[in-house]
Structures are given as structure tokens and as C-alpha cells.
């Protein structure tokens, strides 16, 4: 228990807020561990317990630094950040969970990333419905990518396979499941 608030805590540092602690990110999001632990006063960080938790985290929502020396958030940011991601094709269809409660708005004006950089979507439509019951009663949408992408919108998949986009208009929501 006391690792997944160490995870959400890292996660409101390395995606919203560095400036709670002092903390500088560079433009790729990256942060220097050490001084990640050394600013941190709310956990006892070590450098090993953040490479467990990036290792053991289930949805993979953080990488370190082929050196070792750095963490960040694989995506999600509410920050202004360069992820290096290249635009690639989609597969045909991907998935959104969300709760059925947030329908109307979305039938009315598409998916929008909100404060993030983008839109969260997933190959998977059972992670999809996993997201979706976070928030309620879930519903799985179905995004038409394909026909997205022909007409000019640009898909990114991060290293924990979450794809990105930055807007999924009503009409490319092709049906939901609850």
C-alpha cells in the first residue's frame, strides 16, 4: 500500500507539480533522482526503491534514464514537455474507458484532453474498461484511428503503450460498450 502512494506521489511530482518540492524537470521531462530524493520530505526515497517502483509499476508510468540517473513520467503531463515521440500509424480502432456520466458531454463535443497534452486511448478494451471504472460506472468507447489518421490526426504510442492524440471528434466515436 505504502508503494502505489509513493507512485501516485511521484506521479503529481514527475507529471503536474515539480515545484512542490524544488524540483526542475528538463524539457523531456526528465529529473535527477538524487535530487528528487533529496527534496522529497513526505517519503523516504532511496535510489532502489524508485527503480522497484518503476520496475514493479503495472502500468508502467515511469522510465529511468538509460543511465540511471534520471526518472520521468512516461505521459500524462499537465506541464508543458517534449516526450520525443514520433507520430506513427494507428491500428484501425482504439479504445477510451470513461464513466458513463461524462456521455452527454462527450457525444456532444468529442474527446478533449482536458489539462493534459493528450488524449488517452489503448488497443486493449479491457484496460479500457479498467480506466473507465476509476471514474464510475464504465464505458468503453470506440475511436475509428484509422479514418482519424487518413484525415491528418497525429498518433503517438508511448513506451507502455498508451497511445496519444490530441483530440477525437464525436463523430469518430463509432459506438460504446458498457
Do not use: C
Not at 526528465?30 to 522529497?40: E, K, Q, S, V
Not at 456532444?108 to 464510475?136: F, Q
Request: glycine content about 6%.
Amino acid at each position: 500500500m505504502e508503494n502505489k502512494k509513493i507512485s501516485k506521489y511521484l506521479s503529481l511530482i514527475l507529471r503536474h507539480q515539480p515545484q512542490l518540492i524544488n524540483l526542475e524537470l528538463d524539457s523531456h521531462g526528465w529529473a535527477d533522482i538524487n535530487t528528487l530524493i533529496l527534496n522529497t520530505k513526505k517519503y523516504t526515497l532511496t535510489p532502489e526503491l524508485i527503480y522497484d517502483l518503476v520496475r514493479g509499476n503495472d502500468k508502467q508510468r515511469f522510465a529511468i534514464s538509460d543511465d540511471g540517473k534520471k526518472i520521468r513520467a512516461n505521459q500524462g503531463h499537465s506541464i508543458q514537455i517534449d516526450l520525443d515521440l514520433t507520430a506513427i500509424q494507428p491500428p484501425k480502432v482504439l479504445y477510451h474507458g470513461t464513466a458513463s456520466r461524462f456521455l452527454q458531454s462527450i457525444h456532444a463535443k468529442g474527446l478533449l484532453k482536458g489539462e493534459r497534452h493528450h488524449v488517452h486511448l489503448t488497443e486493449s478494451a479491457d484496460t479500457a474498461r479498467m480506466v473507465g471504472s476509476r471514474y464510475g460506472s464504465a464505458v468503453i468507447l470506440t475511436i475509428d484511428s484509422e479514418l482519424m489518421h487518413q484525415q491528418g490526426a497525429q498518433f503517438y504510442k508511448t513506451k507502455n503503450d498508451v497511445w496519444l492524440v490530441e483530440y477525437v471528434p464525436a463523430d469518430k466515436i463509432v459506438n460504446n460498450d458498457t
